[in-house]
């Protein structure tokens, strides 16, 4: 069962990439239904996979840099490369 469960955890982890194949979908949940241990695994990354992906999107639209802090980093880079 061990190479099972670690094919399962591929999947389970691919799953949230990607979307998975009729089979590989059907060989997840068919799993899933019989391992405690690997739906346990697949919630646990799935519950992760969406507390980051919402972490990311509230850095991502709280951090702006004000524009004259934008205008004297791009300043201070094109000095930089005509050194």
């Known amino acids: 069962m061990k ?7 591929r999947l389970a982890s691919e ?10 979908s059907i060989r997840l949940r068919l799993h899933l239904l019989m391992c405690s241990a690997c739906r346990h695994y697949d919630a646990h990354i ?9 972490r ?17 980093i791009e300043k201070a880079l094109k000095d930089s490369s005509s050194d």
Do not use: G
């Open 15 to 24: 799953k949230l990439e990607r979307s998975l194949s009729f089979m590989e």
């Open 46 to 54: 799935t519950t992760l996979h969406k507390v980051l992906k919402i």
């Open 56 to 72: 990311r999107k509230n850095t991502l639209d709280t951090v702006r840099l004000p524009q004259h802090k934008r205008k004297k």
């Open 3 to 9: 190479h099972a469960c670690e094919e399962i955890s």
